[in-house]
């Protein structure tokens, strides 16, 4: 086990490394749709590639969900296969908000840095289809944005 403090020296140096190994700027939060962003995560048991829908509004919410989930079968045939839809995500805190992402199957930890090369070539790859899927499909989606 280790410190609080090892802990989060251990979790910053994994996104440092991550970032050094692959220098771009990616588009997360830039998506000009608010409440609507691509995160990497990664914990002690996993590393995912997430987009969260969560704006203010309940309603707002459930209407960019509705859209994404209207491009379910071109996403998972075209850029991400093992995508999950969740419209109902709890996060720890409690809030409801809708999640789509791609979880890494193999075994990770970020407290173990044998798992690291693993998760980064995972992010890197789904990322990228992320992003690929979201230009190809921003207008559309938009068209939910009111």
Do not use: C
Request: net charge neutral.
């Amino acid at each position: 086990m280790f410190s609080k403090d090892e802990a989060a020296v251990l979790r910053k140096h994994f996104w440092t490394s991550y970032g050094k190994s692959f220098p771009r700027k990616w588009l997360l939060y830039n998506t000009k749709i608010k409440g609507f962003g691509f995160k990497f995560y990664a914990d002690n048991k996993t590393a995912m590639v997430v987009l969260d829908i969560e704006p203010n509004s309940e309603t707002k919410r459930e209407l960019l969900y509705q859209q994404v989930a209207a491009l379910k079968t071109v996403t998972e045939e075209t850029y991400l296969p093992e995508v999950i839809f969740d419209e109902n995500h709890r996060l720890d805190s409690g809030k409801i908000i809708s999640r789509i992402y791609v979880q890494l199957d193999e075994k990770f930890s970020i407290y173990n840095k044998n798992t690291w090369g693993v998760a980064f070539d995972f992010f890197n790859k789904n990322m990228t289809q992320f992003e690929l899927w979201f230009y190809e499909f921003e207008d559309f989606i938009k068209q939910a944005d009111i």
